[in-house]
Structure formats: structure tokens, C-alpha cells
């Protein structure tokens, strides 16, 4: 308990807010049904997880530095299990999608405080071995999910993938109170809230235009609206963070190419590799008739692949300069997801095996590696704060990728269908319509519609893949240094 006690801890919030993400993408039929949800709902129920992760993460670790790194963690914890318990009681998809936005709260503060934490404990090579243990925790939370939200929707039901957090918060609190110990920064730093406010308000804008531009159009006032907060937002945000004492996010290192490039690829990494996925269990479940736990084990090609990949990266590929890792990653991703085009209405989930298997492969090579180039790009007194703001890019990039690849598809649906029929079927409604359509006709509409948004998932990887190749070009010798260090500074909390 003494020496791995911590560890033990801290990889079961780790687990738990991880598995949140993909488990509830195999509920999304099931909770449609429940819930008489929207596909607009659907996508809200995915991003506002992502959302309040991505907004509150840099500002919670600068938070943690000050009133204790333990004492946040458990409170997060605590915050996360109270909105899953709202989750599986929510009567509708207006309160499950507000209840989501308070787990992301919750999950912002377990996820910034996770690597701090275990970097004041452990040192050497048992830093090595935690640091290895909870990559390995993370890559099994995204492999398992699926597989357990289908067994637990095809059972109990979808209300349960939510109610399965609160036994393990009770044992992650009691162990991360009786193994953890406190720890804060060597230094106080002013906490910036306005900047942590003006971004959330700049995300889940632009966000918000996005899904509005797939029911209403891109040129609805709406969604013009929508993206005009957006841009005022991100205005207000640039000018507080560049005149503020201690900013959340020092936009000077914005002059250096790489760190733009790594920030772009992680961007893209999350919305490529996930952000079709709700839309595919959509399609495997209401369209091709599949029960949650079969749809689930689809999606484990990409899980299993992604998992095995990571594991062996670190003993086969190390010394391999960061920027071939992440935009090799980025570019076997691309191209998985172009091989996810080729279904028709006469398709099967086979035809996605192959896709699914190289975009799991290049997860597996992308994932382990952002974290470790974004540290390498930057001084080591601002490590910290660029793997949060690489995290923070990458839950922005998947609730930005839900969001438009969403919109994506139900545009190209709408070209062989009505515009109310198309966004029923995209939301799981196939069998409302197949008394008024004919099945070949929902099945052609829907593979086309899942094929386009797969080309744009495709294009969106390849652009950051060779922005990556192009831009990071870290000198040999400084990257180990500068990976290494962060874990000892007050800024890790943002990472």
C-alpha cells in the first residue's frame, strides 16, 4: 500500500473518467430511445463532457498548485460521481446533457492533478514503472469501454454505465485520502479565471455553431451568431492572456512553429480518430440491427489495435524523433479513415474491420508521444503548461470533431432524403422511418453519409499529419532533458 498505494489510486480516477468517453458512445441508440433524443442531443451528450474537460482543465491544474493537488483530485472525484448519479437519473436529454457538463468539471480537476501527483511520489525508476502502469490503465479505459457499455446496456441498461462510476469513486476517494499525499507548487500562482472563463465561452460557441449548423444550415442567424460570440471570445481570450500577470496559456509559445504543430496535431488526433465513431455505433446499432454489446465489439478492432500498439511503442520505438511517431500516427489514422469509405447499402460491420485496425494503430503511435513532444518544444520552466494545453486541444478537438463531422453527415443524408427524415436516421430513428422509406433507401443514405464524413475525418488527419512532419523539428539532444523535468515543476498540473 505504501509504495503502490498512490499509483493504485490515482489510475482508478484515471480509469473512470477515461472509460466515460467511450463507453456512453455505444449507449447513444438506447439513450435516444429512452430519452426521445435528438441527434442534436446526441451530440451534445458526447461534447459537453469534452467541453468542460477541455475549458477548465488549465485553469483547475493552476488551481491545484495553490489549494493542494490532493485536495482538488479528490474533489473532482467527488464532483464527478455526484454528475453521474444525475446522469443515470436524468429524466431527459436536457438534464443528462447538464449533468455531463459537470462530470467534465469533475474530470478536469482528476485529470490535471493525475501526473502531478504521481510525479511527487515516485522518482527514478519507479517513476518510469507508474508513469508506464497509467499509460497502460489509460489504453485499457478506451479498449474496455465499448465492450462494457454494450454489456451493460444490453442489460441493465444505458443507466448503468453511469452508475458503475460510483463504487469506484468511493474506493478511489478512500485510497487517494489514505496513500496520496499533498503536495502543492514551490510557488503560489494568481489563478486566471477570466481566461478560463472567456475560453469556455469561446469553445462551447464554436461548438454550438457547428451542431446548430446541421439542423438549421451554415447560414442560419444562429449559427452565425454562434460563431461570431466565438470569434469575439477568442479576441477577449488572446488579449487577457497576453496582458495578464499569469496566464493560464502564454500565447508566446505560439511563436514556435513546433509547439503550433504539435497543438494542430492533437487537435487533430481526438475530432479524426473519434469523432465518426458516435455516428458509426449509430449506424451498426439502429440501421443494421446489432444489440449494444455486438456494436461494441466492432469498435474493439480500433481499441484492441490502439492498445497493443501503445504498449509495444515504448521498447520498439524508442529513440524514434517524436515528429514521425505523431504524424506517421496522424497519417496511418488518415488513412484508416479513408478505408472507412467504401460502405454501400448493402454493407456489413465487416467492411469497417480494416479502417477500424490502421486508425487503432496510428492511435496507438500518436497517443503515447503528443504528451512528451509538447514538453520537448518548449522551455522546461513552461512544460507543464504545454501538455495541458495539449490535452486541452485534444478534448477540444473531439467535441469540435463530433460536432462537425455531425454535420457532415447529416448534410449528405439530406441530398437523398428530407431534412427531418435525414436527422432521425442520424440520430437512431431508422425504425420510425421504415414504414415511410424503403430500407435500401436509409441504408444507402446513411453509408453515405457515414462514408463523407469518414473523408473529411481522413483529410482533417492527413493536414495534421504533415504539419507535424514539416513543423516539429526538435534537436536531439535537448528533447530527453525537457521531457524528463516537467514532472518536478509546479506546472505539471496543467498537464
Known amino acids: ?55 477548465l482543465l488549465l485553469g483547475l491544474g493552476a488551481a491545484a498548485d495553490v489549494l493542494g493537488r490532493r485536495r482538488v483530485h479528490v474533489a473532482g472525484i467527488v464532483v464527478f460521481a455526484s454528475a453521474s448519479l444525475l446522469c443515470g ?31 511527487t511520489v515516485y522518482r527514478g525508476r519507479q517513476r518510469s514503472v507508474a508513469l508506464g502502469v497509467w499509460g497502460a490503465v489509460s489504453g485499457a479505459a478506451a479498449a474496455a469501454g465499448p465492450v462494457l457499455g454494450g454489456l451493460l446496456t444490453d442489460g441493465p441498461g444505458w443507466r448503468w454505465i453511469f452508475y458503475v462510476n460510483l463504487p469506484v469513486s468511493v474506493v478511489a476517494v478512500w485510497l487517494t485520502l489514505r496513500a496520496v499525499p499533498e503536495s502543492r507548487g514551490p510557488r503560489e500562482r494568481r489563478l486566471d479565471w477570466a481566461g478560463t472563463a ?47 500577470p499569469d496566464p493560464m496559456l502564454d500565447l508566446r509559445l505560439f511563436r514556435t512553429p513546433a509547439f503550433v504543430a504539435v497543438m494542430a496535431g492533437g487537435l487533430a488526433f481526438n475530432g479524426a480518430a473519434y469523432g465518426v465513431m458516435a455516428y458509426t455505433s449509430i449506424w451498426l446499432q439502429s440501421v443494421l440491427g446489432m444489440s449494444s454489446i455486438r456494436g461494441g465489439l466492432v469498435l474493439l478492432w480500433m481499441s484492441v489495435a490502439a492498445f497493443v500498439v501503445a504498449g509495444a511503442t515504448g521498447r520498439l520505438l524508442h529513440g524514434v524523433p517524436a515528429r514521425l511517431t505523431i504524424g506517421g500516427g496522424l497519417l496511418l489514422i488518415g488513412s484508416g479513415a479513408f478505408c472507412q469509405t467504401v460502405l454501400d447499402a448493402g454493407s456489413t460491420a465487416t467492411a469497417l474491420a480494416p479502417g477500424l485496425v490502421l486508425v487503432g494503430v496510428g492511435v496507438g503511435l500518436v497517443s503515447p508521444a503528443l504528451g512528451g513532444a509538447a514538453l520537448a518544444v518548449v522551455p522546461g520552466e513552461r512544460a507543464g503548461m504545454a501538455g495541458g494545453a495539449v490535452n486541452t486541444f485534444r478534448q477540444l478537438g473531439f467535441a469540435l470533431g463530433t460536432a462537425v463531422f455531425g454535420t457532415v453527415l447529416t448534410t449528405r443524408m439530406a441530398a437523398t432524403l428530407p431534412h427531418d427524415a435525414a436527422h432521425t436516421l442520424a440520430g437512431g430513428g431508422a425504425a420510425a422511418l421504415r414504414g415511410a422509406y424503403p430500407e435500401h433507401a436509409l441504408r444507402a443514405a446513411f453509408a453515405s453519409g ?6 473529411a475525418a481522413g483529410v482533417v488527419a492527413m493536414a495534421g499529419g504533415a504539419l507535424v512532419l514539416v513543423l516539429v523539428r526538435t534537436p536531439r539532444q535537448a528533447a530527453p532533458q525537457k521531457a524528463v523535468r516537467p514532472l518536478d515543476e509546479a506546472e505539471t498540473a496543467r498537464s
Not at 7 to 15: D, E, I, K, P, S
Not at 21 to 36: D, E, F, K, N, R
Not at 91 to 97: A, H
Open 450 to 455: 457515414l462514408n463523407t464524413a469518414s473523408t
Open 198 to 244: 472567456v475560453f469556455a465561452v469561446f469553445a462551447g460557441a464554436v461548438t454550438y455553431g457547428a451542431v446548430r449548423a446541421g439542423t438549421d444550415g451554415w447560414t442560419d442567424a444562429g449559427t452565425a451568431a454562434a460563431f461570431a460570440v466565438a470569434v469575439v471570445a477568442l479576441g477577449v481570450f488572446v488579449a487577457v492572456e497576453w496582458r495578464g
Open 89 to 119: 437519473l436524468a429524466p431527459g436529454p436536457g438534464t443528462l446533457v447538464a449533468a455531463r457538463v459537470v462530470q467534465g468539471m469533475g474530470a478536469a480537476a482528476v485529470f490535471a492533478t493525475t501526473l502531478p501527483l504521481l510525479g
Open 1 to 55: 500500500m505504501r509504495v503502490w498505494g498512490p499509483l493504485v489510486a490515482v489510475c482508478l480516477g484515471t480509469f473512470m473518467l477515461l472509460l466515460d468517453v467511450t463507453i456512453a458512445i455505444v449507449a447513444l441508440p438506447s439513450m435516444a430511445g429512452s430519452l426521445h433524443a435528438s441527434l442534436s442531443d446526441l451530440q451534445w451528450v458526447m461534447d459537453a463532457y469534452a467541453l468542460a474537460l477541455a475549458a
